[in-house]
């Protein structure tokens, strides 16, 4: 059964560009509940941790260093069904592929720098959550 809690990132571009408020208001109006959310930002290790799937891609070194050029926003979000309907309401990885009404499809610049991040499975939410999450910042 899937769980109700996603994690997502806005990340570097998201933040420069000034898109906080827009991404965080696609996310509410899409029927999220934020259970957690803070300003941080990923040191290399903590870059290299979190897309260790991604190591041998030939992209990963510029993923890292995109990752950590500035503040993220990480959040828990909350809905039924969470992690598969956060990523129909993130879109495709490459804007140019994302639906209309995507948060990429708005926001996003290129296959890199895609504005948001939300986890592929509910054992990755749980993961990712914990890594950013202590159990008393989770509401
Ligand atoms: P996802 O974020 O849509 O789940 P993944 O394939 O898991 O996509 O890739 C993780 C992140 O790595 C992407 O969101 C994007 O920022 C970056 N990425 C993926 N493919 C490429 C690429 O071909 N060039 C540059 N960056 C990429």
Do not use: W
Request: aromatic share 8%.
């Amino acid at each position: 059964m899937a769980t109700n809690r996603t994690f997502t990132m806005i990340k570097p571009d998201g933040v420069e560009n000034g898109h906080i408020g827009g991404i965080l208001n696609m996310i509410t109006e899409g029927g999220f509940r934020i259970v957690a959310m803070k300003l941080t930002q990923l040191t290399v290790a903590d870059a290299k941790a979190f897309y260790a799937v991604h190591a041998e891609r030939p992209f990963y070194g510029e993923l890292v260093e995109f990752m950590t050029r500035g503040p993220i926003v990480a959040a828990i979000l909350e809905k039924e069904n969470a992690v598969e309907d956060f990523r129909t309401l993130i879109g495709a990885t490459n804007p140019a592929n994302a639906a209309e009404g995507t948060i990429r499809k708005k926001y996003a610049t290129s296959m890199g720098e895609n504005a948001v991040h939300g986890s592929d499975s509910d054992e990755n939410a749980a993961i990712e959550s914990a890594f950013h999450f202590a159990g008393r910042e989770m509401f």
